[in-house]
């Protein structure tokens, strides 16, 4: 399966982005999808994910009533609703999908064995 990620911009503190990742090649369905994000100079880490079976979510708790990951199985795309966006949510998003992500593994980026192309998220202050 090939990833698209999109969605990214620039935006002020306390705006809205929505990121899309759109599969080809395959559905999603049996997947997990994640959205991880890499800041300048820190390690890529775990935004969210989605059981696409099922609808189970999972969101990091610096994201949790900000952030929420969704699905739309007829469009083949997840995506990952931003609102009240805050500076230090600057980074590139990516999203991953995996048919073999265990729950304990869910936020780990080596879980994921297929990688979209990054969007910039920038945030301004």
């Known amino acids: 399966v090939q990833l698209q990620a999109s969605g990214g911009g620039l935006v002020q503190a306390g705006g809205s982005l929505r990121l899309s990742c759109a599969a080809s090649?395959?559905?999603?369905?049996?997947?997990?999808v994640g959205w991880f994000r890499q800041a300048p100079g820190k390690q890529r880490e775990f935004v969210a994910a989605i059981r696409i079976n099922g609808g189970h979510t999972y969101h990091t708790d610096s994201v949790k009533g900000r952030f929420t990951i969704s699905r739309d199985n007829a469009k083949n795309t997840v995506y990952l609703q931003m609102n009240t966006l805050k500076p230090e949510d600057t980074a590139v998003y990516y999203c991953?999908?995996?048919?073999?992500?265990?729950?304990?593994?869910?936020?780990?980026?080596?879980?994921?064995?297929?990688w979209g192309q990054g969007t910039l998220v920038t945030v301004s202050s």
């Open positions: 090649g395959r559905t999603f369905s049996g997947y997990t």
């Open positions: 991953a999908c995996s048919r073999t992500v265990i729950i304990s593994q869910v936020g780990a980026v080596g879980a994921y064995n297929n």
